[in-house]
């Protein structure tokens, strides 16, 4: 095998065009070198199969386990500093049992299913406005229009955030999430900057809240108690970052996403349009068809083997979800193609799996049956007014601006 071949056969977001389409590059991976360490100091999984059971195999996310390489000196720049830590080592996502056990129940008390389904009639709303809106323009920026609106004012409302800077919020947002791609030196710079900015404003957002109460996310986390336990200052912190991030920017991908594979697949959108009872099958696929969140990762912390590949304990593993998503091995020879009424959509792997199985999974579904199901509902001529910019994220991957027209 030449050189060529090989840099071919690794895992490359650099690779031109590859963050508008990554997916013949997955599909070259999971044919051809499905399990591989890359030169950036990780290993690969592109599979499904390999993915499922990596996910469900108990390994570490903790970065105490990396062993001495690239990717532990950029995990250790992002945690230096008491301020930075709060947000990005004490939030469920970044620990491992008995505390990540503990924070997730502490979080699951107050952010149930019965919660989540009390809010449909304020999403209904909300969509319905932003859809007046279109009606009126004509022609918006989709994401600006719906796919970030909706999700930021749910989870603001759930969370009952008092008024605050929302625009500078959502830059310092797309910063942080920065924090699960491969990043250069500035950029990390950048991500921990804007962690300790983070950091103070919710502080600043919890003293106000332990002085005005409510019935809401924030002030249930703030008294919810496990086995006799609190959240102590720092975890509080995390996880109200944890839900307030996590819990719109992988939904802006959901909704934008979707809707880019819908006009690009205009046989679905008219399908939809006709079966109205496609609605919850359409977002499992749409969720299958093109992952919000592209990657995760785990942490050995022994030697662990993968098909006849032994991964070092210390190793720093990335489980693609968006490839395993279209692996013909698990959906069949068709999976490349987006089928809303495809019967076993809903095994996509996009919310992860095992114990950091997506916490958000139920909202996230809800906000994007609503959104996409009442969007093409209502604008049956609906199409692209413009390309289609994307965000130049390797892992929430999804359109920074969508142009679309209604009429």
């Not at 996409?372 to 199409?383: C, E, Q």
């Amino acid at each position: 095998m030449t050189d060529t071949q090989s840099a071919e056969l690794m895992f490359n977001p650099f690779e031109p065009g590859f963050l508008a389409d990554p997916y013949p590059q997955y599909k070259r991976l999971r044919d051809n070198d499905p399990v591989h360490e890359s030169p950036m100091g990780f290993w690969f999984l592109s599979q499904y199969d390999d993915v499922s059971a990596l996910l469900r195999a108990g390994l570490s996310v903790e970065d105490r386990h990396i062993a001495d390489t690239t990717v532990r000196d950029q995990y250790h720049t992002m945690m230096t500093g008491d301020v930075g830590q709060a947000i990005l080592n004490y939030s469920m996502l970044d620990r491992d049992p008995p505390d990540h056990t503990r924070l997730r129940s502490l979080v699951t008390k107050v952010f149930t299913r019965r919660a989540i389904a009390a809010l449909e009639p304020e999403i209904v709303r909300q969509v319905d406005e932003s859809l007046d809106r279109m009606a009126d323009a004509g022609s918006v920026d989709l994401v600006d229009e719906l796919a970030f609106p909706l999700p930021f004012a749910i989870i603001s409302q759930m969370l009952g955030m008092p008024p605050t800077d929302h625009v500078r919020v959502r830059e310092l947002s797309g910063t942080l999430v920065k924090s699960l791609e491969v990043a250069d030196e500035e950029t990390v710079k950048a991500i921990v900057a804007a962690s300790m900015e983070l950091t103070e404003i919710t502080r600043g957002l919890i003293a106000w809240k332990r002085e005005n109460p409510a019935d809401d996310l924030l002030t249930a986390l703030i008294t919810a108690e496990h086995e006799g336990q609190m959240l102590n200052d720092d975890e509080l912190v995390a996880q109200v970052v944890l839900l307030y991030v996590a819990g719109h920017e992988t939904t802006v991908n959901l909704i934008a996403n979707g809707t880019v594979a819908l006009l690009r697949n205009p046989d679905q959108f008219a399908l939809l349009r006709s079966r109205p009872d496609l609605a919850e099958n359409a977002v499992e696929e749409l969720l299958r068809y093109d992952s919000p969140v592209q990657q995760t990762r785990r942490i050995t912390i022994e030697p662990h083997t993968v098909r006849d590949k032994e991964i070092p304990a210390g190793s720093f593993v990335l489980a693609c979800l968006a490839s395993a998503n279209r692996d013909d091995r698990f959906f069949g020879p068709d999976a490349e193609q987006l089928r809303l009424d495809r019967p076993d959509a809903r095994h996509q792997a996009s919310f992860g799996a095992g114990p950091h199985h997506c916490l958000g999974a139920a909202l996230a579904r809800l906000e994007g049956k609503i959104a996409i199901g009442r969007l093409v509902d209502r604008f049956p001529d609906l199409a692209f007014d413009g390309d289609v910019e994307w965000n130049g994220r390797i892992n929430l991957r999804g359109p920074a601006r969508l142009p679309v027209r209604v009429r």
